[in-house]
Nanobody
Framework: QVQLVESGGGLVQAGSSLRLSCTIS????????MSWYRQTPGKERELVASITVGDNTDYADSVKGRFTISRGNTKNTIYLQMDNLKPEDTAVYFCNGELVRAGEIRSKTYWGQGTQVTVLP
């Protein structure tokens, strides 16, 4: 079985930076599209940023210019660099991956366990 393992959340002051990481636990799986979502209590999970296997990126309007999604050198880890954090960025952040096993065609969607980001005013 494959898992998405997240790290990097925490408690920071407004204006600070954090970097979240998400690693695909088995290297035989490839992340066709990797994304970060976030969710606050009582609200739906929202897409924050995504990156394709070809390194095309997309961002929610609320984070453009502040957040950067990228892949590591090994391609099985993605990062979300979050700069100039605001209190409204407070949420549980989830890694999402559309993964395909090497040599296969059909992909499957996986979720990480979530990591809390809290930004104080």
């Amino acid at each position: 079985q494959v898992q998405l393992v997240e790290s990097g959340g925490g408690l920071v002051q407004a204006g600070s930076s954090l970097r979240l990481s998400c690693t695909i636990s088995r290297t035989i799986f490839i992340g066709k599209i990797m994304s970060w979502y976030r969710q606050t209590p009582g609200k739906e999970r929202e897409l924050v940023a995504s990156i394709t296997v070809g390194d095309n990126t997309d961002y929610a309007d609320s984070v453009k210019g502040r957040f950067t999604i990228s892949r590591g050198n090994t391609k099985n880890t993605i990062y979300l660099q979050m700069d100039n954090l605001k209190p409204e960025d407070t949420a549980v952040y989830f890694c999402n991956g559309e993964l395909v096993r090497a040599g296969e065609i059909r992909s499957k969607t996986y979720w990480g366990q979530g990591t809390q980001v809290t930004v104080l005013p």
